[in-house]
């Protein structure tokens, strides 16, 4: 009796034994699977990120050529304004519709707002790659603060500073000007060349465009640093 009862001990014991080892393997596959499916989606967000910071570098590219341009003929409006030379008033009207143009980023980061709604960006294991992540989420929560700021600077101080002493299809930029109807009274370029209002609009302009530009290329950097993080983090876990 107690050799059975010995026996149906170590029975037992190996019964349990074998379930826990069981169990154990079980909930390894299952984390092994886990691992690897949530290394897959992240596999996947990193290449669409990739080919959505290629998109955006273009994009933001342009957008520094063009506030560039605008600064140079805002410097131009102030360089006529200053001299006072009536005659300069035909180049004054190709310059002045600088400050009727009111261009904000508007990024839209699609995919970049999804990975980090869907809580992906505490997943992200490389301390570089998820540091630049956070670097460009700030960044673009910045770039709204000004594309704000542009907007109620051109709609409460420039807009209606124009309706008001200019003719905007007379200086309208060539892009803008095909789309309207050139006409109606003539602008008093006398009081143009007289006018601290219109002096200082064209300078607090200037100033955003010049603050424009260097947070256009502080995010150009970010964007193409951030790229090549992605890159190689991508062919390390090829």
């Given amino acids: ?8 001990i170590k029975y037992a014991i190996g019964e349990i034994v074998l379930v826990v080892i069981g169990i154990l393997i079980a909930l390894s596959i299952n984390n092994w699977n886990n691992q690897r499916s949530e290394a897959n989606k992240m596999r996947t967000y ?7 910071l290629e998109t955006k570098i273009v994009y933001n590219e342009n957008l520094i050529k063009g506030n560039h341009n605008l600064e140079q003929m805002l410097r131009q409006v102030l360089e ?23 261009w904000s980023s508007e990024y839209s980061f699609e995919i970049f707002n999804e990975f980090v709604t869907q809580g992906m960006l ?8 998820k540091q630049a992540f956070t670097r460009l989420n700030k960044r673009l929560s910045n770039s709204q603060n000004m594309d704000d700021f542009i907007q109620d600077q051109y709609s409460n101080i420039i807009e ?19 789309m309207l109807v050139e006409g ?9 060349f007289n006018s601290l209002e219109l002096w200082n609009i064209v300078t607090l302009k200037l100033e955003t465009t010049a603050i424009t530009i260097h947070g256009l290329e502080s995010m150009q950097k970010l964007l193409i640093e951030l790229k090549s993080i992605l890159s190689e983090t991508l062919d390390h876990n090829d």
Wanted: glycine share 2%; no cysteine.
């Fill in 46 to 52: 990193y290449e669409k990120l990739l080919n959505e």
């Fill in 1 to 8: 009796m107690e050799n059975k009862t010995s026996k149906y």
């Fill in 184 to 192: 109606g009274p003539e602008i008093d370029y006398d009081s143009l």
């Fill in 160 to 178: 209606p500073y124009l309706t008001k002493y200019l003719n905007y299809s007379k200086i309208a930029l060539p892009a803008y000007k095909q």
């Fill in 122 to 129: 505490s997943k992200v294991k490389d301390e570089n790659l």
């Fill in 80 to 102: 006529i304004l200053n001299s006072k030379n009536q005659a300069n008033s035909h180049e004054l009207a190709k310059n002045l519709g600088a400050i009727a143009t009111s």
